[in-house]
T-cell receptor, first 109, second 115 residues
């Protein structure tokens, strides 16, 4: 079966750095997405990786290793507004998105 | 109005009711999706429409019936639902349903409670 694993919850301090990991086992791979979802709101796109390596976008970076079935989302200079759930999703061989359950990130002052 | 809109935002219904959820996208996309989001569970893809044609139906019970009259509108018709169907129902759209980089844009969701 297809599976996406990510931690259920993480806590970090304002101003610090946090890394949210995602491991996947899917039938085929056509890219990995990270989305952010604030409570009661729609998921919003953060990043896309299809080749190995690091993609940087401001305070957020996303890394992919296809051989290891592994990705992480790195958030720097954490702000209170970064408190949200972070969803990892992989596009499989049928171009369907397979979703993880999300990581709830709690930022403390 | 821009983006993806969904109505109603909240819905409470009995198990014998019939209701419909509506989704509209103003992004010029050709693919639209219905997802179910339950607490602490992954997003579950329910239906996919590509150029108004249904391309995926992930073993969804027949009490959920989708309708896509055009590329901008998507409906989810509900009848004789069960309490376990209570969840957040999200609509999304994208340029195409079959390409690698294909960011999906989500609506705010309808919070459904079945009594």
């Amino acid at each position: 079966g297809q599976n996406i694993d990510q931690p259920t919850e993480m806590t970090a301090t304002e101003g610090a750095i946090v890394q949210i990991n995602c491991t996947y086992q899917t039938s085929g791979f056509n890219g990995l997405f990270w989305y952010q979802q604030h409570a009661g709101e729609a998921p919003t796109f953060l990043s896309y990786n299809v080749l190995d390596g690091l993609e940087e976008k401001g305070r957020f970076s996303s890394f992919l290793s296809r051989s290891k079935g592994y990705s992480y989302l790195l958030l720097k200079e954490l702000q209170m507004k970064d408190s949200a759930s972070y969803l990892c999703a992989v596009k499989d061989s049928n171009y369907q998105l397979i979703w993880g359950a999300g990581t709830k990130l709690i930022i403390k002052p | 109005e821009t983006g993806v809109t969904q109505t109603p935002r909240h819905l409470v219904m009995g198990m014998t009711n019939k209701k419909s959820l509506k989704c509209e996208q103003h992004l010029g996309h050709n693919a639209m999706y219905w997802y179910k989001q339950s607490a602490k569970k992954p997003l579950e893809l329910m239906f996919v429409y590509n150029f108004k044609e249904q391309t995926e139906n992930n073993s969804v019970p027949s009490r959920f019936s989708p309708e896509c009259p055009n590329s901008s509108h998507l409906f989810l018709h509900l009848h004789t639902l069960q309490p376990e169907d209570s969840a957040l129902y999200l609509c999304a759209s994208s340029h195409s349903g079959t390409s690698e980089y294909n960011e999906q844009f989500f609506g705010p969701g309808t919070r459904l409670t079945v009594l």
